[in-house]
């Protein structure tokens, strides 16, 4: 009898537990460049919408901290790359569970089996660390052994100081200790994060000691000043480079000034466009633009390279990548078909 009683006892409590928690529905996610900015949607959905679409579920304790994020169609996990691009899911996967404790935050990851696997950047654990007020400070991240790891980018630890209410300068580790860049081809070292009081990015600027702007490679070349712009429903639309003086100039590990996105209605990024310093399409890597077009339950179904002339162009073997999925189950993936100049 005492069991039955410990039982009931427990499975009431899960349930008030749940019952406390609540969801939102997002067809996207806000793109985030570092794993200090919040997870926060896009393109807001019911959930009787989210039911027939591809669909990001957050879900929110009673504290209202995010516990849950997951990539869904019809209740089942999903790939996220489905999403296309421009999405903040590199520290994610089709489920990221969230949990709390004292000063700490925890995430690990599922795929689409439901299986505990590594994110997008090759962890299989992140462990952020809070202060005293509830501002996040540093982040490390594990194998599946719990050994420390560092990440597709060498990095093992972020560090993260603030400078205002908003923003934050952030540096980082390798596991042997050894302060890194942001990524192994975008040369920012220690890097002021500047957020709008919605904790949306709006620059990152390469900075030294006493937080004066520097060019990443050199006092004469390079960026010092990465600037982001966004529509009313938060898609990020563009980007464009700045030097230490703030003038405008061409990037360093992307051979162009800036950038321009559009989107569809559903927050899909149907074209990622590199420009000049004209506000003109400009090869960047060989290609000028990228082009997307996804189905109705937002899958992204074709990938297109093109040139100035919007001709085809050959970048990573192909010109042309589609994507079939099940006709009777949406959720599966039957074939990718790549095209190229040889086919």
């Known amino acids: 009898m005492k069991r039955i009683i410990t039982l009931m006892l427990f499975c009431i409590s899960i349930q008030l537990i749940a019952q406390k928690q609540n969801s939102k529905y997002y067809k996207h996610l806000v793109f985030r460049e570092s794993p200090y900015a919040e997870i926060k949607g896009r393109i807001p959905i019911t959930q009787e919408r989210a039911v027939k679409e591809n669909h990001y579920k957050l879900t929110y304790n009673q504290d209202n901290r995010l516990v849950m994020v997951a990539y869904l169609y019809g209740g089942k996990q999903i790939s996220r790359r489905r999403a296309g691009m421009m999405d903040g899911f590199r520290n994610i996967h089709s489920k990221t569970v969230i949990s709390y404790e004292k000063n700490t935050e925890t995430r690990v990851f599922y795929d689409k089996k439901g299986n505990r696997c590594t994110n997008m950047m090759n962890v299989y654990k992140e462990v952020y660390t809070y202060d ?49 860049p942001m990524r192994p081809y975008y040369h920012f070292m220690t890097t002021l994060y500047k957020y709008s009081d919605k904790g949306i990015l709006q620059s990152m600027n390469h900075i030294d000691k006493d937080g004066t702007l520097i060019n990443d490679f050199n006092d004469k070349n390079g960026i010092a000043i990465d600037k982001a712009t966004y529509d009313k429903d938060l898609n990020l639309t563009g980007f464009q480079f700045y030097n230490a003086k703030k003038e405008a100039t061409v990037g360093s590990f992307l051979a162009c000034a800036g950038g321009s996105i559009s989107y569809d209605e559903n927050g899909n990024c149907i074209r990622y466009t590199t420009v000049g310093l004209d506000k003109k399409p400009m090869l960047s890597r060989g290609k000028a633009y990228d082009k997307y077009t996804f189905d109705t339950y937002g899958n992204v179904i074709e990938i297109g390279h093109y040139g100035i002339e919007d001709e085809p162009v050959e970048f990573r073997g192909y010109t042309k990548m589609k994507f079939i999925y099940d006709a009777q189950d949406p959720t599966k993936s039957s074939k990718i078909k790549r095209f190229s100049f040889k086919q």
């Open 132 to 180: 005293v007020n509830g501002r996040k400070i540093g982040a490390k991240f594990y194998d599946e052994n719990n050994d420390p790891i560092d990440n597709t980018w060498n990095i093992h630890e972020y560090i993260w100081q603030a400078v205002n209410q908003t923003d934050v300068i952030e540096k980082r580790k390798d596991t042997r200790g050894n302060y890194v």
